[in-house]
């Protein structure tokens, strides 16, 4: 019965630290909750601003921009990850352009301004085609598949630079950049407090629900060790919890 006791003893000290915390919590929350007020109404005021409209079309144009460049490196990465294997063959004179094609084709990209890497594909097709690479059949079939796409490797780099170049004009000929950046940082905070909001109501929730558990617990303890103690000693005793 005492280590009963003892027990039920530690539970309530540890529902006692989860209130504490949800206390603790809650206020955080009430200040993030007024500072996303603040952003809201900084924000409000922005898209009253006539610049307002612009800055937006510009931020949507660039994000659209910064997407397709996404994808086309993702391409640009799958593609060359195909070709894995022949790295592997070691057969090449420049092994490392290819290696580099498949680990960063950011930098392959923009490093290889004459494109010899179509060269190194154009011989590779022509090893596979005339049988001297040694490939498992799936692999050759695989590795064939990407080669007869050599082409595209040329308007991927071609894209590349052309998307690069209308991100930095359209960063260089607007004429509100101040207001833009004021625009973004706003937007950025109103996003990181509405996160922050919702992942502190998410962790109060969790908290509320680890107390209502451990406050069952208690109670049910409780009727427990004064059903012993009814056995045991032949007394009715009342265990007394402050919740």
């Known amino acids: 019965i005492v280590q009963k006791l003892e027990r039920l003893e530690k539970v309530q000290l540890r ?25 809201e ?11 307002f409209q612009e800055v937006q079309q510009t931020i949507w144009r660039r994000n659209g921009l910064e997407l397709q460049l996404k994808e086309l490196l993702s391409q640009v990465s799958a593609f060359f990850v195909t070709l894995r294997p022949l790295i592997n063959l070691n057969f090449l004179e420049n092994n490392t352009l290819l290696e580099l094609y498949v680990s960063n084709p950011v930098t392959a990209l923009t490093s290889d301004e004459s494109l010899s890497v179509i060269h190194l594909l154009e011989h590779s097709k022509a090893a596979l085609v005339s049988g001297q690479l040694e490939l498992e059949a799936n692999e050759a ?47 950025y905070r109103l996003e990181h407090f509405t996160r922050k909001l919702e992942q502190s109501e998410v962790d109060i929730s969790c908290l509320n629900t680890k107390i209502a558990n451990l406050k069952e617990k208690m109670i049910r303890d409780k009727i427990h060790i004064q059903s012993l103690i009814k056995i045991g000693l032949d007394k009715s005793v009342e265990i007394v919890i402050n919740f």
């Open 141 to 187: 079939e695989v590795i064939f598949g990407g080669l007869n796409s050599i082409e595209q490797v040329s308007q991927w780099h071609n894209t590349y630079f052309s998307l690069k170049r209308a991100l930095s004009d359209l960063q260089q000929h607007f004429v509100y950049r101040d207001f833009l950046i004021k625009v973004q940082d706003v937007q």
């Open 15 to 39: 529902w006692g630290e989860f209130n504490t915390l949800v206390a603790h919590k809650t206020n955080q929350l009430q200040i993030i909750e007024e500072s996303k007020r603040e952003k």
């Open 41 to 51: 109404a900084d924000y409000l005021s922005l898209k009253n601003d006539n610049r």
